[in-house]
């Protein structure tokens, strides 16, 4: 009998397209859904009649109570190597395979660009208005050349903002708890001496943390007010990283200059979401890593591990 598999992705034609699904089509049904599916019940009501799911990234929780009432479940593959919405312990408790898939860099660094130019140029603003009929040039750009990019965190995301940021001759500092000189002259920017020190001199932050008990709210109201009125944040990175609540309240009451977020506390955001109307926001759809190369690599690596785990011999798997 042939294995059933679910693929959750907005993009379904997307994802249908960019890998050979043939490859298993003898021993596996595809089915794709092509809108998010809200709520546990509902989850459990659609997945129920499946052995494999593929998943996006961290658009779907996976808890204990849900992998429980999925008794035909048997692999689950999300798209890249790390998953902080699936109940890893659960599924090797219900014995569910967890796998996952590379995952490029380069489209969220391309995309962290892409908010920070956006509000220092205020590209959404200028277009709208010129596409309105409104004024003709009704903002002053904020330079970058000779500006601070303070960085939390140098890894490979942020490194690579990193010298982006010395090609527009600004100048970058970087900031995480375990970083060290030598991995900041390897990158050629600063050190920072201290969190505070890198938020109250830079005119432009931007987090490249993974979450972690360590990071998660580590950007509160008290750090928030570090900012310089004229200063921008953006994140690509994780929303639990800041305090949400904070955000908002200074996005509403003024502190610093106005955010770019492509992460949220809940996603996809709920119509009445105050993110959603929240002012100084310039706000992308969890955009950082849907990249048709990327796109490629997570469903024909997802392909690969179906492939694998059919013959006995799991690739990739998730650690706990």
Not at 11 to 16: E, S
Not at 139 to 151: E, F, N, P, Q
Not at 241 to 253: K, T
Request: net charge negative.
């Amino acid at each position: 009998m042939r294995l059933r598999c679910a693929v959750l992705d907005d993009f379904q034609k997307v994802a249908t397209e960019v890998a050979d699904w043939s490859l298993v089509a003898d021993d596996v049904e595809v089915v794709a859904f092509d809108r998010h599916i809200e709520g546990e019940d509902a989850l459990a009501a659609a997945l129920a009649g499946f052995d494999i799911v593929v998943t996006l990234r961290e658009r779907v929780p996976f808890p204990g109570s849900l992998i429980a009432r999925l008794p035909r479940l048997k692999l689950l593959v999300a798209s890249g190597m790390r998953n902080s919405v699936i109940d890893h312990a659960a599924a090797e408790a219900h014995g569910v395979t967890v796998c996952g898939t590379a995952s490029s860099s380069t489209p969220p660094v391309e995309l962290t660009w892409a908010l920070l130019l956006g509000l220092a140029r205020g590209i959404v603003e200028e277009s709208s208005a010129l596409r309105a009929g409104g004024p003709w040039q009704s903002t002053v750009g904020a330079d970058l050349h000779g500006r601070r990019l303070g960085l939390l965190g140098l890894g490979k995301i942020g490194s690579r903002v990193a010298q982006i940021g010395l090609a527009f001759g600004m100048h970058v500092s970087a900031w995480s708890q375990n970083l060290t000189r030598e991995r900041t002259d390897e990158i050629g920017v600063e050190l920072a001496p201290s969190k505070e020190d890198l938020l109250a001199s830079s005119d432009f932050v931007s987090v490249h943390l993974a979450l972690s008990d360590r990071t998660r709210g580590l950007l509160g109201p008290a750090e928030l007010a570090l900012l310089k009125p004229n200063a921008y944040l953006v994140n690509t990175s994780r929303a639990a990283i800041i305090d949400q609540e904070a955000l908002l309240a200074v996005l509403h009451e003024g502190g610093f200059a106005g955010a770019g977020v492509d992460v949220f506390d809940i996603e996809p955001l709920p119509a009445d979401h105050p993110m959603r109307t929240a002012p100084r926001l310039l706000a992308t759809p969890h955009l950082g890593y849907v990249s048709r190369a990327n796109y490629a690599t997570y469903y024909g690596q997802a392909v690969e591990n179906i492939q694998a785990y059919l013959a006995g011999s799991p690739i990739r798997l998730l650690a706990h």
